[in-house]
């Protein structure tokens, strides 16, 4: 019954969405605007929500699919934000001026205040956390916070991103290869400190971002001329992968294996946006505060099934989810920032 639920998120996805026009001649080159990005971080919210959902609650067969899916849906942000990174370096002559406490502010605090929100919600629950064990939780990878690893990966990347700028400047080669070093540096980092496979296995498609950032007229250019190759190529390699992803389970292997699939599906994504249009005001609203759903998903998860409070219909407590999670997310996101704004389709 839970594989229904899926049939809003497709129509959530797909109203709006319009190709472009004539379809064999034309490339939407504004896909990696802001307000098409939006959009597909929106998307991309809701999918990891759905993984979440998937891999706690296996239950059918579409839906048992959709929880392999979490490092592909995590690889998209990265890949934007690699992207967004590199482009606002390369078209603001003064990007790097105040940008770590730009980052501080819009990232760290509402990371904190979400912790010290779950802190609050386990001592409800009778569960008297002390500083010191919320600290040792995330030093071993394992934050209070559920699901919230990636809020510190990104944040890594930000500050990484902001060293990158200041050792090479408007030398965008030297920073591609200096990503890759990160990219290295932090694997290696989570692998020491024995962190779950998931905290770096999406993490290059920042590097794949970056690289999009200062390649894009070249790699438009090769749209232009073979697109339908291309996006076929992409397409069956992401089919191969995944199914290779899935089937393979030996340790650094299938790491390897996810790794590349995530960052292929991030490309095919991109690939696949050249010939669409999105026009869909409510993705483009989730879009702003993909943030605060992906911090608060995992409390309103605990919200409606504790020992306190369970709901025991599968689909009911499924349902519920997304409800609760945007309910949460949009205090969160007022809290900082305001009422986010709702677009028109165009």
């Not at 319009?18 to 959009?39: M, S």
């Amino acid at each position: 019954m839970p594989d229904l639920l899926l049939l809003g998120f497709a129509a959530i996805c797909l109203w709006g969405l319009r190709p472009v026009k004539p379809f064999r001649a034309e490339l939407n080159t504004d896909c990696l605007l802001p307000e098409t990005t939006t959009c597909v971080r929106g998307m991309m919210a809701l999918l990891v929500i759905f993984v979440h959902i998937a891999q706690m609650n296996p239950a059918g067969p579409v839906f048992a699919f959709v929880g392999k899916m979490g490092n592909m849906a995590v690889s998209v942000f990265f890949f934007l934000s690699g992207y967004a990174l590199q482009t606002q370096h390369m078209t603001r002559p003064d990007y790097a001026k105040g940008f770590l406490r730009k980052r501080l502010l819009t990232m760290v605090l509402p990371y904190i205040l979400v912790t010290a929100l779950y802190w609050v919600y386990y001592l409800w629950l009778g569960k008297d956390y002390d500083l010191t064990y919320v600290l040792r939780r995330f030093a071993t990878g394992n934050p209070l916070a559920s699901f919230s690893w990636y809020m510190v990966a990104a944040l890594v990347l930000h500050l990484s991103f902001w060293v990158m700028m200041r050792l090479c400047g408007k030398r965008y080669k030297a920073m591609l290869w200096c990503a890759v070093v990160w990219f290295v540096m932090y694997t290696a980092a989570c692998v020491a400190l024995k962190f779950g496979f998931w905290w770096y296995v999406s993490s290059f498609s920042a590097v794949a971002g970056m690289f999009w950032a200062v390649y894009r007229e070249k790699i438009e250019a090769l749209l232009r001329k073979h697109y339908f190759w291309i996006a076929g190529a992409a397409i069956g390699c992401l089919g191969v992968l995944f199914a290779l992803d899935c089937l393979i389970n030996v340790a650094v292997l299938g790491t390897v294996l996810k790794g590349i699939a995530a960052v292929a599906f991030a490309v095919t994504l991109m690939v696949l946006l050249h010939k669409f249009r999105f026009g869909n005001p409510v993705l483009y609203y989730l879009g702003q505060m993909s943030m605060e759903l992906y911090l608060m998903h995992g409390m309103a998860m605990m919200v409606i099934r504790n020992r306190v409070i369970f709901i025991q219909n599968q689909l009911l407590y499924c349902a519920l989810i997304v409800p609760v999670t945007v309910l949460l997310a949009g205090i969160l996101y007022i809290a900082f920032k305001g009422l986010p704004k709702k677009k028109p389709t165009r």
